[in-house]
Nanobody, 117 residues
């Protein structure tokens, strides 16, 4: 499984970005699809994911970020609005699925998001 993330960049506080993650296999087939972020000196943490029909958001992004998937295009999106400097991080897309009795994770290469004036 290959994931290609794009859409990161430099944006001013209050601005918006849309991240895209192109997946080499049908996204509908995965147990979960999501986005994680990792700021310098910190661990990678969940931003948002979709498991089945449920969507989960990290508390600090609720009401500002929206995760979605386009099954025909095999793409996962993260719409990021009202960006704050503390959102600055490398963002990674992730999909996982059950395989041989355990959950197997697949990661994209990461895309840098920098929020600064």
């Amino acid at each position: 499984v290959q994931l290609q993330a794009s859409g990161g960049g430099l944006v001013q506080p209050g601005g918006s970005l849309r991240l895209s993650c192109a997946v080499s296999e049908t996204v509908f087939s995965f147990r979960a699809v999501g986005w994680y972020c990792q700021a310098p000196g910190k661990q990678r943490e969940l931003v948002a994911n979709i498991i089945g029909s449920s969507t989960v958001y990290e508390d600090s992004v609720k009401g500002r970020f929206t995760i979605s998937r386009d099954n025909p295009k095999n793409t996962v999106y993260l719409q990021m609005n009202s960006l704050k400097p503390e959102d600055t991080a490398v963002y990674y897309c992730n999909v996982n699925r059950w395989r041989f009795g355990r959950i197997e994770d697949y990661w994209g290469q990461g895309t840098q998001v920098t929020v600064s004036s």
